[in-house]
């Protein structure tokens, strides 16, 4: 029932989604949840009935009011946001569809296959322009008086991954997705987007709840004196603390995985507001230097935690 994907039952109002049960009626093919229709018992389109009619022309109305996108090569309707068609990886804004036409109306010196094949619609080859820093959506569009093409050059770099999640983000005050590096290794994640406050906080907070474990280390490696004369390894109140710390590291990384790209998603917006504060005074740098990565921001991060590290070491040997 995926083609009735953001349409409303004329019933209940509610547009369906994947986890619906969906009915459709016999004679003029409008669709319901199956309780909505068990309860008006009937089909409500009579006038449908009446005038021979189908469904169809008022599902192509409601269609262009959707915020759903239907893929206009093989009609499948994509969930809101989506870029690139997920049955044939058609793109889905205007910008790439016009560079599809463009490498289609070039034959084969343009690289495109029309044709669908292994690859999808268009084959093993995608019309994207790297050039464009707005991914093919409005540059225009505001951000909480932002415009993207001010956060596109502020991120700098994949902003093919970002500038999606953003507008999702925006559209729907969705704060959670995924960030796998920032699971990982999050102080290197933050180091990188030039995030220094939270670089700050995942380096303390990591370094703090790893204690125990380097405790736990320094015990295995036969190092004695200083804390451990102490501290007893193996009683049960060591065994809860490092139950614990570890417990709380992991639920801090599960945070970072989900929030990552909202934190990054505010960063960025108040760093380009202050950059235009900043322009009134003559003060203001490029968004594109302000922003992007930083190489060297991931080698001091990991500097000064390792350097931490081997203090945190030092004090508990001496």
């Known amino acids: 029932m995926s ?6 039952c004329v019933v209940c109002g509610q547009k369906f989604d994947e986890k619906d049960d969906i009915v459709v009626c016999p004679e003029c093919g409008t ?14 389109n009579e006038e449908l009935h009446k005038a021979g009619e189908s469904w169809q ?14 893929c206009p090569y093989c009609e499948t309707v994509n969930k809101p946001h989506t870029i690139i068609c997920e049955h044939c990886g058609a793109p889905l804004v205007d910008d790439l ?7 289609n109306a070039q034959g084969d ?24 820093k707005c991914c093919g959506m409005n540059p225009d569009e505001e951000f909480e008086s932002v415009k993207l093409k001010d956060i596109a050059e502020f991120v700098k770099s994949n902003q093919i ?30 180091a990188n987007r030039k995030m220094w406050f939270w670089t700050a906080i ?12 380097i405790i736990y280390l320094m015990y295995e490696v036969n190092i004695s004196g200083g804390i451990f004369n102490i501290i007893n390894i193996e009683s049960k109140s060591f065994e809860l603390i490092y139950n614990a710390t570890g417990y709380l590291s992991f639920a801090f990384k599960a945070l970072m995985l989900m929030f990552s790209n909202w934190l990054y998603y505010r960063f960025s917006l108040k ?25 060297a921001g991931i080698f001091i991060a990991f500097a000064i935690e390792s350097a931490l590290t081997l203090i945190v070491w030092f004090i508990f040997t001496k």
């Open 202 to 213: 995942s380096i303390l907070l990591s370094l703090v709840l790893s204690i125990p474990s």
């Open 271 to 295: 760093k380009i507001k202050q950059n235009k504060i900043s322009e009134e005074t003559g003060n203001a740098e490029s968004l594109s230097a302000k922003g992007g990565t930083s190489t």
């Open 161 to 190: 991954y970002y500038l999606p999640i953003f507008k999702k983000m925006k559209d729907t005050g969705q704060k959670i997705s995924l960030n796998i590096i920032s699971f990982l290794f999050p102080q290197l994640y933050f």
């Open 57 to 70: 022309g008022q599902k192509e109305r409601e269609n262009e009011k959707t915020e759903y996108k239907k």
């Open 31 to 44: 669709p319901y949840h199956r309780e909505c229709y068990m309860k008006s018992g009937k089909c409500v």
């Open 109 to 132: 010196s343009g690289g495109m296959n029309s044709a669908p094949g292994n690859g999808g619609m268009y084959g093993n080859t995608f019309a994207f322009d790297p050039q464009d």
């Open 97 to 103: 569809n016009k560079n599809m036409a463009s490498g």
């Open 3 to 8: 083609n009735y994907l953001g349409y409303k």
